[in-house]
């Protein structure tokens, strides 16, 4: 294993040199310019606060002029520190999409050929307004139009094993390795819960319930039931009739807002069809097919499944639709590779097999897909992490053998 990963790491560094270096040295010019600013407006504004600071230790005796000048500092400061701080963090974020659409389809091309898709957000429209020189119509129009997230995984199969009322889509990677097409999405789940604390105030809580990457793909077996599995307890009357709830308008984050306009867009756009004479069954086919609520697979209930394997019991939970469709894809060797597959994200793994396809919930709690950006980008050592996580999570079909069509 450190032999081949060794091996790699060769393989890896030669092709970053003939494919990433070019275009990450002019990337580099933009990130240094960016630390080079940011570095000096925090220096000013820190050398301000400093010198008050030190006016109030060195005049003591002048107390109550230095209280006034600190609350007079504070209240013409704070605002010009987030005046500044603001679009700095806008630029890094828009630096941040500029790059992974540059890098990140040439780093993939280390595995094979792969299409990278940025996420659906306010930085993606600023970016792309810019980029293709629209101006603020184009930013309005690239929000009117992220609804298409190209994220093909139906939030209503998430919520078959998690409790959300918002899904908030990052990076999206899509291709084929192996012979085996997949797809890898980073999201979150969450939904927001309203608290009140001892004095009676009201405070919204925000509930992460999934943060990590999906993995979905098709497997070389056909199956008609519902098969979930969990690192934790499963909720068999959310796996069998997923329900996503609705979100309150007051507890919406900016992500929600932006969620709710595309919401209202797409009623605009009901109106505006059956103006031009759309027949009332085809709106609501329309309006089925974009449903986030599913019916249940089968009449069956979702039953406790028991394996032949200990060591599979112990780490995961089991649920089916049929006990016999369940043990028909979990064969002996299909259970010793996927606590394998388990072992390589710390078993923090939740599954949804269902028409012929494999849903694989990796829940580690973190970034995925990064591009450096305080080390230099031409360094190829800098991209160890991402690296590692890809060949990971392309590691699930070789472990899996998702590939071959062996009976599993």
Same mark, same amino acid.
């Given at each position: 294993?450190?032999?081949?990963?060794?091996?790699?790491?060769?393989?890896?560094?030669?092709?970053?040199?003939?494919?990433?270096?070019?275009?990450?040295?002019?990337?580099?010019?933009?990130?240094?310019?960016?630390?080079?600013?940011?570095?000096?407006?925090?220096?000013?504004?820190?050398?301000?606060?400093?010198?008050?600071?030190?006016?109030?230790?060195?005049?003591?005796?002048?107390?109550?002029?230095?209280?006034?000048?600190?609350?007079?500092?504070?209240?013409?400061?704070?605002?010009?520190?987030?005046?500044?701080?603001?679009?700095?963090?806008?630029?890094? !974020?828009?630096? $941040? &999409?500029?790059?992974?659409?540059?890098?990140?389809? %040439? /780093? *993939?091309? #280390?595995?094979?050929?792969?299409?990278?898709?940025?996420?659906?957000?306010?930085?993606?429209?600023?970016?792309?307004?810019?980029?293709?020189?629209?101006?603020?119509?184009?930013?309005?129009?690239?929000?009117?139009?992220? !609804?298409?997230? $190209? &994220?093909?995984?139906?939030?209503?199969?998430?919520? %078959? /094993? *998690?409790? #959300?009322?918002?899904?908030?889509?990052?990076?999206?990677?899509?291709?084929?390795?192996?012979?085996?097409?997949?797809?890898?999405?980073?999201?979150?789940?969450?939904?927001?819960?309203?608290?009140?604390?001892?004095?009676? !105030?009201?405070?919204?809580?925000?509930?992460?319930?999934?943060?990590?990457?999906?993995?979905?793909?098709?497997?070389?077996?056909?199956?008609?039931?519902?098969?979930?599995?969990?690192?934790?307890?499963?909720?068999?009357?959310?796996?069998?009739?997923?329900?996503?709830?609705?979100?309150?308008?007051?507890?919406?984050?900016?992500?929600?807002?932006?969620?709710?306009?595309?919401?209202?867009?797409?009623?605009?756009?009901?109106?505006?069809?059956?103006?031009?004479?759309?027949?009332?069954?085809?709106?609501?086919?329309?309006?089925?097919?974009?449903?986030?609520?599913?019916?249940?697979?089968?009449?069956?209930?979702?039953?406790?499944?028991?394996?032949?394997?200990?060591?599979?019991?112990?780490?995961?939970?089991?649920?089916?639709?049929?006990?016999?469709?369940?043990?028909?894809?979990?064969?002996?060797?299909?259970?010793?590779?996927?606590?394998?597959?388990?072992?390589?994200?710390?078993?923090?793994?939740?599954?949804?097999?269902?028409?012929?396809?494999?849903?694989?919930?990796?829940?580690?709690?973190?970034?995925?897909?990064?591009?450096?950006?305080?080390?230099?980008?031409?360094?190829?050592?800098?991209?160890?992490?991402?690296?590692?996580?890809?060949?990971?999570?392309?590691?699930?079909?070789?472990?899996?053998?998702?590939?071959?069509?062996?009976?599993?």
């Amino acid at each position: 294993m450190e032999q081949q990963q060794a091996e790699q790491k060769i393989n890896f560094s030669a092709y970053f040199t003939s494919k990433v270096a070019p275009a990450a040295e002019k990337i580099e010019k933009y990130r240094k310019k960016i630390i080079t600013v940011a570095a000096i407006y925090g220096g000013i504004i820190c050398t301000i606060f400093i010198l008050i600071a030190v006016s109030v230790l060195v005049f003591p005796s002048k107390l109550l002029f230095n209280e006034k000048l600190l609350c007079a500092a504070l209240f013409i400061f704070v605002p010009i520190l987030c005046f500044i701080c603001g679009p700095l963090f806008t630029i890094k !974020k828009i630096y $941040n &999409i500029f790059t992974k659409e540059i890098l990140i389809p %040439r /780093l *993939l091309g #280390f595995w094979g050929k792969f299409a990278y898709f940025p996420p659906a957000n306010i930085f993606t429209a600023i970016y792309k307004s810019i980029k293709n020189k629209t101006g603020f119509k184009g930013i309005i129009s690239e929000l009117r139009g992220a !609804k298409q997230t $190209n &994220i093909s995984v139906n939030p209503a199969i998430l919520a %078959r /094993l *998690l409790k #959300f009322s918002t899904i908030s889509y990052d990076d999206k990677i899509v291709g084929r390795h192996a012979d085996t097409d997949i797809e890898l999405t980073e999201l979150e789940t969450y939904y927001m819960t309203k608290e009140r604390d001892r004095e009676g !105030k009201t405070s919204y809580q925000k509930r992460t319930t999934f943060k990590g990457v999906v993995f979905s793909a098709t497997m070389n077996k056909k199956f008609k039931g519902l098969t979930v599995l969990s690192y934790s307890n499963i909720d068999k009357n959310r796996a069998q009739y997923p329900h996503v709830t609705k979100k309150e308008i007051g507890t919406m984050n900016l992500t929600d807002v932006l969620n709710f306009g595309r919401q209202v867009a797409d009623v605009v756009d009901l109106v505006k069809e059956y103006q031009q004479g759309k027949s009332k069954e085809e709106l609501e086919q329309q309006a089925k097919n974009s449903s986030l609520t599913q019916k249940a697979v089968k009449t069956e209930p979702l039953q406790d499944v028991m394996l032949e394997d200990p060591m599979f019991n112990k780490k995961f939970k089991m649920c089916s639709t049929d006990q016999v469709e369940a043990r028909y894809i979990f064969t002996t060797g299909f259970m010793e590779r996927f606590i394998k597959m388990g072992e390589c994200f710390d078993y923090k793994i939740k599954a949804i097999f269902l028409d012929n396809n494999v849903y694989i919930l990796i829940d580690q709690r973190k970034d995925w897909f990064q591009i450096p950006f305080f080390k230099s980008g031409l360094d190829p050592a800098n991209y160890k992490q991402f690296l590692i996580e890809f060949s990971r999570l392309l590691s699930i079909v070789e472990v899996l053998k998702l590939n071959q069509n062996i009976g599993m």
